[in-house]
């Protein structure tokens, strides 16, 4: 049973670029979020997405935007890079929220470095 | 808001000593808390979840927890750690609002563990 999978696993972009990064959840799971992570820090939640739509989201700008497919596979996009975004970006997925509270499983994460 | 703090951001111990790594919430309504696991250069791993029943939670890897909802804290413990348990751990809290969650995390304790 495959885990949560994300790629690519490295990325470098400059400044003012855009970045997708992909994230498919784990088996039998339909909700996805995404965190990032920088260095030293604990996760910062981004946004949820389940049933292809965002259903939460954190304190980030509108330059975080995301996206879920019918086969509940998720992506991130970052447009405009600033060098504060550079971070570990951490996907999660879970069971769907209306049947309670389930732990995420998180993947091993994207290292975005912005230069 | 609930918000999470790990008092301790590295904690140096001997091997097969015991162990304490803190966490602290606060949160106005009922919450769920959990403690994860990060190696170096990897996602995180859930080492055990607090949902409800009761406070003693066991989880992988001889790791303990207790919800002590008076002193809003959820410490984490081991008896007896080794080498291979020195990592990054973090503690999160979740609350479900509006039928969906997210993951508020704390910014981490290094636990490094001395032969």
């Known amino acids: 049973d495959a885990g949560v999978t994300q790629s690519p696993t490295h990325l470098i972009k400059t400044r003012g670029q855009q970045v997708t990064l992909r994230c498919s959840p784990k088996?039998?799971?339909?909700?996805v979020s995404w965190y990032q992570q920088a260095l030293g820090q604990g996760p910062q939640f981004i946004f949820q997405?389940?049933?292809?739509?965002?259903?939460q989201r954190g304190n980030f700008p509108d330059r975080f935007s995301g996206h879920q497919f019918p086969n509940y596979s998720s992506e991130l996009n970052v447009n405009a890079l600033l060098l504060g975004d550079s971070a570990l970006y951490l996907c999660?997925?879970?069971?769907?929220?209306?049947?309670?509270?389930?732990?995420?499983?998180f993947g091993p994460g994207t290292r975005l470095t912005v230069t | 808001a609930q918000s999470v703090t790990q008092l301790d951001s590295q904690v140096p111990v001997f091997e097969e000593a015991p162990v304490e790594l803190r966490c602290n919430y606060s949160?106005?309504?009922?919450?769920?808390l959990f403690w994860y696991v990060q190696y170096p250069n990897q996602g995180l791993q859930l080492l055990l979840k607090?949902?409800?029943?009761?406070?003693l939670v066991k989880g992988i890897n001889g790791f303990e927890a207790e919800f002590n909802k008076s002193q809003t804290s959820f410490h984490l413990r081991k008896p007896s750690v080794h080498i291979s348990d020195t990592a990054e751990y973090f503690c999160?809290?979740?609350?479900?609002?509006?039928?969906?969650?997210?993951?508020?995390f704390g910014t981490g304790t290094r636990l490094k563990v001395l032969a």
């Open positions: 607090y949902l409800s029943g009761s406070t």
């Open positions: 949160s106005s309504v009922s919450v769920y």
């Open positions: 997405y389940y049933e292809e739509e965002e259903r």
């Open positions: 999660a997925s879970s069971s769907p929220p209306g049947q309670g509270i389930h732990e995420q499983y």
């Open positions: 999160a809290v979740t609350t479900i609002t509006s039928g969906t969650y997210k993951y508020i």
């Open positions: 088996s039998g799971h339909d909700t």
